[in-house]
């Protein structure tokens, strides 16, 4: 399973440009935005430019657009190629979200009970997209509608160059345990165009599983990169059969402390503080020790008093 590509996935609140360059420096081997809205680039929102935006370096990453209206996705795929200083590799359509507020607007994953529409969406974004488009969704809306095979040769026909699915259904939400690996080997092999695989990948072992079982051509990471970085670097050697080292616990600290001065260099300290805490949280899970200081980060209100945070549950935990 040498040389199969891994990949950030998109995460809203987390998978912003501090936590992709992370990851990129850990074997991402390419990267997705958070989620951006079409209606709100139609609206000229500043935000979601913002959000939009790429950094030097961020040339693998492709930007992730939600809506359900083929005119505004198009509007959105153009407005945002035009403004972007560093151009994105793809523009990415999303419908997985599961959230009630998307869905009950026919965004995220409701664009999988109408293949139709999805379809022309796709169509819309490719006529005038100058990069690929490509498709996330899950394997369907529940249990007796698991539609990503059929959704995949639409989305496929309409010109999309890659797809990604997520193993669960829009009913499944993020449960435990529901991933269905049959499902994505059913969409692989219903398409010609590259699948990426992606649902509870967290070590070798699941990497391993899901490529023999679905032969798909890239996975994709979320959860598991939350405060592990070296996720990828750990699953990268173990495809490969490598010896890995697990990072140590200043290891581990250290790259809190850089993944906290992007964020302070990205949005300020102010909100690179407050969005920090739940990448700190993540970070210090599981250090032994430190529970009462781990706590203190949720209140830090400076990098100063962040970093010290941290340089004490380095103390502690090596006592
Ligand atoms: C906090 C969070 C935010 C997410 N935001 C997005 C998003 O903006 N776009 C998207 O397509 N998927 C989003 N997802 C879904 C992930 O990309 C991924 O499909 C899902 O977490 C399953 O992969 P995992 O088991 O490796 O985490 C999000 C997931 C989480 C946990």
């Not at 809306?141 to 539609?147: C, E, G, I, Q, V």
């Not at 995949?152 to 009913?171: I, L, N």
């Not at 906290?260 to 920090?276: D, F, N, P, S, Y």
Request: some cysteine; hydrophobic content about 45%.
């Amino acid at each position: 399973m040498n040389g199969k590509k891994l990949f950030l996935a998109p995460m809203a609140g987390a998978a912003d440009g501090a936590m992709r360059q992370m990851c990129r420096e850990h074997g991402a081997d390419g990267c997705v935005t958070e989620m951006v809205s079409a209606a709100a680039v139609w609206y000229k929102d500043k935000k979601t430019f913002a959000l939009a935006g790429l950094g030097a370096g961020e040339e693998d990453c492709a930007v992730q657009i939600f809506g359900h209206e083929p005119h505004m996705i198009a509007n959105a795929v153009k407005v945002l190629y035009e403004k972007a200083s560093v151009k994105p590799r793809a523009f990415d359509i999303n419908m997985g979200c599961p959230v009630k507020k998307v869905v009950s607007n026919g965004d995220g994953s409701a664009l999988m009970r109408d293949p139709a529409l999805a379809g022309a969406i796709v169509e819309a974004a490719v006529k005038v997209s100058p990069v690929p488009v490509t498709v996330k969704m899950r394997t369907g809306w529940d249990k007796d509608h698991k539609n990503c095979a059929e959704l995949c040769r639409t989305v496929q026909e309409c010109g999309a160059s890659a797809v990604c699915v997520h193993g669960r259904t829009r009913e499944d939400m993020y449960l435990p345990g529901t991933v269905d690996i049959e499902s994505i080997a059913k969409a692989k092999a219903a398409v010609g165009i590259p699948v990426i695989a992606n649902g509870d990948i967290t070590d070798g072992k699941t990497a391993l599983r899901m490529l023999e079982m679905t032969g798909a051509d890239a996975l994709m990471i979320g959860r598991a990169a939350l405060g592990d970085p070296f996720v990828f670097e750990k699953i990268r050697a173990e495809l490969e059969g490598l010896p890995y080292k697990e990072p140590t616990v200043k290891e581990r600290l250290d790259a809190a402390r850089e993944h906290l001065l992007l964020l302070i260099q990205l949005k300020g300290e102010r909100t690179g503080v407050c969005e920090g805490r739940k990448h700190m949280a993540w970070y210090t899970k599981g250090m032994a020790g430190s529970a009462s200081l781990r706590k203190k980060l949720n209140s830090a209100v400076s990098a100063a008093e962040m970093i010290n945070i941290l340089d004490e549950i380095e103390k502690d935990t090596q006592i």
